[in-house]
């Protein structure tokens, strides 16, 4: 299913602060309740619907993070770096888990809940490895523009732009919160995701990210906003391709003089979904470039493939050999 939003999350934007009744109805524990123990609960239910529909989690402007991991590292990020923490709502936390010390303070809330309801959360069969999930508030370092509203707006995002990551299509989950994770690994500046592309906050990419797509700038949008921002940075569009496709425009081999010609100048690396590759769209505009390899192979999973890319042609400022 491709995400389709309707919201354009600023750097001013306060979710509103919750009354009682709505906290009875489930938005968030009314503040007397320390612990959870009923799957039924109006706030498991809630997180739940967090966790399966993306409309619900962008008409709520919030999300589920499970696992101590991926919540230590937005933690980190947010509370360090951009030293705020209005991200971080509700922290919960098995009955038999201690809490975390440097995250005793940073949550507004923490509610004790059990094993059965931390597995109907998160989604799992078992809580030996997951202790803790978090309800978190989407942050401002994601803007959907697909609506009018945002579309002045999400050129903030990118006051200096040298490295942009375009996902064109990606549904996969996993693969798309590979590739978020691999581009913060490597020091890009940020992702843009044209049509058709999974929601990032979907449970399974945030799994894969490890919680990436809270600390890099993602903006969702199309060509229209692309050529933008293309030309505002002068941005060289780049696109990765099979090299034996049968496409009639040739694609450059990628290799370390390939590398060279780029590593300080702006450019933006599109990459296509594994089932129907790059759209027509993205392979006239982009100039092609295919990894090299030995065996006949014609191609490798998109986030093999475009962590290859992104490693390659990272920035000189951030290369670590």
Same mark, same amino acid.
């Given at each position: ?29 009314? /503040? ?14 809630? &997180?739940?619907?967090?966790?399966? $529909? ?6 709520? =402007? !919030? =999300? ?15 509370? %360090? ?8 709502? &509700? ?5 038999? +888990? ?15 809940? !059990? +094993? ?5 959360? /998160?989604?799992?069969?078992?809580? *030996? ?19 009018? *509203?945002?579309? !002045? ?16 299509? %990606? ?67 780049? =696109? ?32 296509? $979904? ?5 759209? *027509? ?12 390899? +030995? ?9 093999? =493939? ?8 990272? +920035? ?6």
């Amino acid at each position: 299913m491709s995400f389709v939003g309707k919201l354009c999350i600023r750097t001013s934007f306060n979710p509103p602060l919750i009354t009682q009744p709505e906290a009875v109805q489930g938005r968030r524990p009314p /503040a007397h309740i320390e612990s959870i123990s009923s799957t039924t609960n109006p706030f498991v239910k809630h &997180c739940l619907k967090l966790r399966k $529909s993306s409309k619900y989690r962008y008409s709520s =402007a !919030s =999300a589920i993070v499970v696992g101590l991991t991926p919540i230590r590292e937005i933690f980190t990020f947010h509370g %360090i770096k951009n030293k705020e923490r209005d991200i971080l709502d &509700c922290l919960l936390l098995l009955d038999d +888990a201690g809490i975390p010390t440097e995250l005793v303070e940073a949550f507004d809330r923490l509610v004790n809940v !059990s +094993a059965g309801v931390m597995r109907k959360i /998160a989604g799992v069969q078992s809580t *030996e490895s997951t202790k803790a999930a978090a309800l978190l508030r989407i942050p401002a370092s994601f803007c959907d523009i697909h609506n009018n *509203e945002g579309s !002045s707006d999400f050129q903030r995002l990118f006051p200096t732009l040298n490295r942009l990551l375009v996902l064109d299509g %990606i549904q996969d989950p996993g693969n798309l919160g590979t590739l978020l994770r691999t581009a913060m690994a490597f020091g890009w500046d940020g992702v843009f995701l044209l049509p058709g592309c999974c929601d990032p906050f979907n449970d399974k990419a945030i799994r894969a990210s490890r919680g990436s797509c809270f600390q890099i700038p993602i903006v969702s949008g199309d060509w229209v906003h692309l050529e933008s921002l293309k030309s505002r940075f002068k941005m060289k569009m780049l =696109a990765g391709h099979p090299e034996n496709s049968g496409y009639e425009k040739t694609s450059v081999s990628l290799s370390p003089e390939f590398k060279f010609v780029w590593e300080d100048k702006p450019l933006a690396l599109v990459v296509g $979904s594994e089932g129907h590759g790059l759209s *027509e769209e993205s392979k006239t505009v982009c100039e092609l470039i295919s990894i090299p390899m +030995a065996g006949g192979y014609e191609s490798l999973n998109v986030s093999v =493939a475009g962590g290859i890319f992104l490693f390659m042609l990272q +920035a000189r400022k951030h290369r670590t050999y």
